[in-house]
């Protein structure tokens, strides 16, 4: 059982350049989402889905971009990427808002 | 807006100490506050998790405690030990509401011999 499974785990990329990271989760999950974490600020979600064609926004949404067109899949992009998304992304999911499983973090550097 | 206020920032313990931290939070409609444990280079684990039906809850050598008037809950570590060394992370959401876990940010536990 593989869990959530985030790819790929280390990214560098250029200012201005974008890219997608990826999340699949074989638990037949209805909620997933996307949170970033930077030193001192926490986890911090960028965006959810409570099923498969449903996203909503979360806390700092500006420069990503999701969509959820099956149940297991629930992939970030990076539109035009920033110094300021140098982040950890962690992707987690759950059979409620609450109870999550996070994958093991996708290291982004934007030069 | 923060919605749930997390201290100490860090905490260093004995080793069989207890270790405590506190959390806050503002919205009285959440109704589920777990805590999640992540060692470095790894993803957040939910450790424990509490509803606001009861003031306390105890798994093993953690136990979280729960005051619904002051909109506080605590996590105790009992018998800290190095393998305790994480950064914690309280949190709460309303989850019959459907909506997203919001994370305090983050206390990070050191636990020496």
């Known amino acids: 059982n593989a869990g959530v499974t985030q790819t790929p785990k280390f990214q560098v990329l250029k200012t201005g350049q974008s890219m997608t990271l990826q999340c699949a989760q074989d638990?037949?999950?209805?909620?997933m989402s996307w949170y970033r974490q930077d030193p001192g600020m926490g986890l911090r979600l960028i965006h959810y889905?409570?099923?498969?064609?449903?996203?909503d926004q979360g806390e700092v949404p500006n420069g990503y971009n999701v969509s959820r067109s099956t149940t297991e899949d629930f992939p970030l992009r990076l539109l035009s990427a920033a110094p300021s998304q140098t982040s950890v992304y962690f992707c987690a999911s759950g059979r409620n808002t609450g109870e999550l499983f996070f994958g093991e973090g996708s290291r982004l550097t934007v030069l | 807006q923060q919605q749930v206020k997390q201290s100490p920032q860090s905490l260093i313990v004995q080793k069989g100490g207890i270790s405590i931290i506190n959390c806050a939070y503002e919205n009285t409609a959440f109704d589920y506050f777990p805590w999640y444990q992540q060692f470095p280079g790894k993803g957040p684990a939910l450790l424990i998790a509490?509803?606001?039906?009861?003031s306390e809850k105890k798994e093993g050598r953690f136990t979280i405690s729960f005051n619904k008037s002051a909109k506080q809950f605590s996590l105790h570590i009992m018998d800290s030990q190095p393998g305790d060394s994480a950064t914690y992370f309280c949190a709460a959401s309303w989850v019959s509401g459907n909506t997203p876990l919001v994370f305090g940010k983050g206390t990070r536990l050191s636990v020496i011999a």
């Open positions: 638990m037949n999950h209805e909620y």
């Open positions: 889905s409570v099923g498969a064609g449903i996203t």
């Open positions: 509490i509803r606001p039906d009861v």
